[in-house]
């Protein structure tokens, strides 16, 4: 059974920084296109960044610059570095793991999902 777990999500001034975990189980992360969306409140769920199985990371030009996704194989885990966090960073984070190496924003593409993990900047 797959299981895709976040972790790290919590209450954050604008400005700190805030390091997501998504522990994966039943699938090894090095064989999949691992992404981050996210849904804020009254919107639709949005892209946030992605890294293929070669490493390619590709960014939402909203975080780009101050998000970076990363992966370690040992721990079979991606993270999402969060810095200089702002109030429209405010959603639920979610992970999603695709067998299709062209998944990118499309969430269709994507085969398992975690459950999310709440994020929140005050100003």
């Known amino acids: 059974q797959v299981r895709l777990v976040e972790t790290g999500g919590g209450l954050v001034q604008a400005g700190g920084s805030l390091r997501l975990s998504c522990a994966a189980s039943g699938l090894t992360i090095s064989s999949y296109t691992m992404t981050w969306f996210r849904r804020a409140p009254g919107k639709e769920r949005e892209f946030v960044a992605t890294?293929?199985?070669?490493?390619?990371?590709t960014y939402a030009d909203s975080v780009k610059g101050r998000f970076t996704i990363s992966r370690d194989y040992a721990k079979n885990t991606v993270y999402l570095q969060m810095n200089i966090l702002q109030p429209e960073d405010t959603a639920v984070y979610y992970c999603?793991?695709?067998?299709?190496?062209?998944?990118?924003?499309?969430?269709?593409?994507?085969?398992?999902w975690g459950q999310g993990t709440q994020v929140t900047v005050s100003s």
């Open positions: 999603a793991a695709a067998r299709r190496y062209s998944a990118g924003a499309s969430e269709d593409r994507y085969d398992y």
């Open positions: 890294i293929t199985r070669i490493s390619i990371t």
